[in-house]
Structures are given as C-alpha cells and as structure tokens.
C-alpha cells in the first residue's frame, strides 16, 4: 500500500471565510518536496491520488487547492490529468522562465487553470521576472516577511483593486492580520489563521486506473475531442494500445493520422468500450484477471443483448462496470461518486437495483452455478487457507469449533 503525506493549510478571504487550501507533499523524513524532486511514477502517484475519489475527503466538495509546480512540472505533462476547477497551479517563485515554461502557463490558462505566484517578494527583480505573466496571473501570493514595505505598498498600488488578486501570506499575528485587511489584500494564509494539517492519502498500486477512469469523466462530462486528445496524448501506453486496437478493428480500412481521427471514428461509446477493457486487462494485478476480463465481457455482452434497443449501451457499461471492484483496492462507491455515472448504472453497481437489475442476477447466477460445478470437482485441490480467505472476506463466518 503507498501512503502519501499531504500537509494543508487553510487560505481566507477578506471576511474570514475558506477560499481555499495550500497542499504540500512530505517526504519520509518528514521534509516538504515538490512534485518535480520525486521520481517519475512517485508524481504519477501523487498526481493520481488527488484526482481520485481521495480528493473530496481532501478538500471536501468545492473547495480549491493551491498546488506548487516549477518548469519540470509544467513541461512534462504531470498536470494534465487535474480538474481546473479543483486546482490553482502555484508558480514557485525560483522558477526558471524560459520560453517553453512561459508557453506552458499560458497553455493551462487557455484550458481554465487559475494561476497564482508564490513567495513574491515584491522586489523589482520579482516584478520584471514575472512581468510578461502578469495578463495571465490570476493570484499573487505576496511574502509579508521577504517584501520591504514599500515594495510591497507599491506592488499593492498597482494590483489592487484590479483583475489581479492579492493574497497576504506569513501572517502570524492578529496585527498582520489586521495590518494587511486594512492595507486591502484579499486573502491571507498563515500560522495564526490555520497552522497546516498532515494526513495521509492512500495512493493505488497503479496509478494508470484512476487515470482510464479520469479520462471516462472526461468523456462522460462530453468534452471535446481536442481535450480527450491532449489527455490520451500525455499517457504513451494508453495513445498506442488504442491505436492498434482500432487498426486491428474490422471496417476501419483507413491510415492513421491522430488521435482525433480514431476518436471520431470509434465514437465515444465505441471509447467507452475499449476503456474498460483496458482497464481490466492492463491495469490490473489480480491473478485471475484475464479470467475477469473475459468474464466481464460476457456479462456485459449478455445484458447488452437482453437490454431494450434504446439502452443497449448503457446495459453493456453497467455490466462491465459491475465488476471494478475485482481489481480496485479501494471503496467502488467512491469510485462512482467519483466519475458520475448515468443513474441507472451507478444504482445497479452500488445496490444492485434498476432496470438491469434481473438482467445482473441472471448473469450472476449464471456464472455462480458454473463455478459451483468447477469448485466442487476440483475441492479436493484447494487449499484451506484460501478457502477461510474467501469465506471471511464476503462475510460469511468460520465456526471455528468446527475447523
């Protein structure tokens, strides 16, 4: 299991309300890291772990999050998985801009990120470094303690009251609070507000599940085929397995020029589809996951075809859906509060209710009196331990008198 420390602390606005919280990442010394100081798969863990269903217990349902990054960060691509209405991309203030990095913050302010500045000192040599930013900053997170005061006066003089909000960090006494609400900042974070809470986030073993089942948000939420590109771009594996899926599909006779191309073609359904498929084939560590996998498919083919002309699609996800506890290690209703399935599916994943409902049981049942017969011809070749296993974890008791 990976565990991840996550450090937050409250940000206000001007009337003492929650705007927001900073979170920032802790190493096993206990030391605060950045995205971009761990390795390549730690980041992807991190960075899918708070876009999993982990992120309302996190920040509860609306509240954003400021997130620190610096030039690796935003140029590798770590970013592109999280909600912009969740997140505040935190530009650390040593940040190198270079023409790429400045591309790349304009890029995510194109795709509806807000930006912020960290640790501005109000200095001259901070207002010229950042100086060709500063259309596309929507926050500046201004260090009381590094910034002389008439520094800071005159970055106020010129923010304040405009576009550009300013957010008064460091505050550690009730004078600097009441020093900076008078001055007219709009948001303040510090010790004497909030002093910063360190929780734990369970990270799943493959962080490549939440992002399939980040990228089936995106397209259930019916974004637009650039975006559902730019997203299956940034996952390699993802990009090439569905490309040769669609070349090895039947009545697709064309050349592949982009990923935009095969998702018009496929059609999001089609997507759909292939997404679960991959999810249980490639993401999974169970053992029997090929068995699963193809289990799945069969259920979902069979609700398919029992389903009503109108709801053949639907029946096909919620079968396939009606599986994804076998190879996640974590609560399936978080997971569906999580991507937002249609109604009807959620309700027959999670309670087994709805109009595919029968269709389930009989499928399960189906399937139940099948292994039936394999395990009781093959019982003698099973091992004790296993079987108590699987007894006690579908809660059905031992008496162990009897054993």
Do not use: C
Request: charged share 30%; no cysteine.
């Amino acid at each position: 299991m990976n565990i991840i420390n996550i450090s937050k602390q409250k940000i206000f606005d001007n009337k003492n309300q929650l705007f927001a919280y900073e979170l920032l990442f802790k190493d096993s010394s206990d030391e605060i890291t950045d995205l971009s100081s761990t390795v390549k798969e730690t980041a992807k863990l991190i960075i899918s772990s708070i876009s999993s269903p982990e992120l309302d217990k996190l920040l509860g349902r609306d509240t954003m999050a400021f997130i620190n990054v610096d030039e690796h960060t935003l140029t590798k691509g770590m970013l592109d998985i999280l909600d912009n209405k969740r997140f505040i991309l935190n530009i650390l203030e040593d940040i190198d801009l270079n023409d790429k990095v400045v591309a790349k913050i304009i890029q995510y302010k194109k795709r509806g990120f807000k930006i912020s500045i960290e640790h501005f000192d109000s200095s001259a040599h901070m207002i010229k470094k950042f100086n060709r930013l500063f259309n596309f900053i929507d926050i500046i997170k201004m260090d009381i303690i590094l910034s002389e005061e008439e520094n800071l006066e005159k970055v106020m003089n010129k923010f304040k009251g405009g576009r550009i909000k300013l957010l008064a960090e460091n505050i550690e006494t009730k004078e600097d609070f009441i020093k900076y609400i008078k001055m007219g900042f709009d948001y303040f974070q510090g010790y004497y507000l909030d002093k910063p809470e360190v929780i734990e986030i369970v990270g799943s073993k493959d962080p490549a599940q939440f992002i399939i089942l980040q990228l089936i948000k995106v397209i259930k939420d019916d974004n637009s085929t650039q975006q559902l590109e730019l997203f299956i771009k940034k996952q390699p594996d993802l990009s090439y397995k569905l490309v040769e899926f669609f070349n090895n599909t039947k009545g697709f006779n064309v050349q592949i020029e982009s990923l935009t191309q095969v998702i018009t073609l496929m059609g999001r359904n089609k997507l759909l589809r292939w997404l679960l498929v991959y999810l249980y084939s490639e993401s999974s560590k169970n053992p029997a996951s090929k068995t699963i996998l193809d289990l799945a498919i069969k259920r979902a083919q069979r609700m398919e075809e029992e389903a009503s002309t109108e709801n053949k699609d639907k029946a096909y996800l919620a079968g396939m859906f009606s599986m994804l506890s076998s190879i996640f290690e974590t609560d399936i209703r978080e997971l569906m509060n999580h991507i937002q399935m249609d109604r009807d599916i959620t309700s027959l994943v999670l309670e087994k209710k709805g109009v595919f409902a029968g269709s389930l049981m009989r499928a399960e049942a189906a399937e139940k009196e099948y292994l039936k017969k394999i395990m009781l011809a093959n019982f003698e070749k099973l091992n004790a331990t296993d079987l108590i296993n699987t007894l006690e974890e579908n809660g059905i008791e031992v008496d162990k008198r009897k054993l």
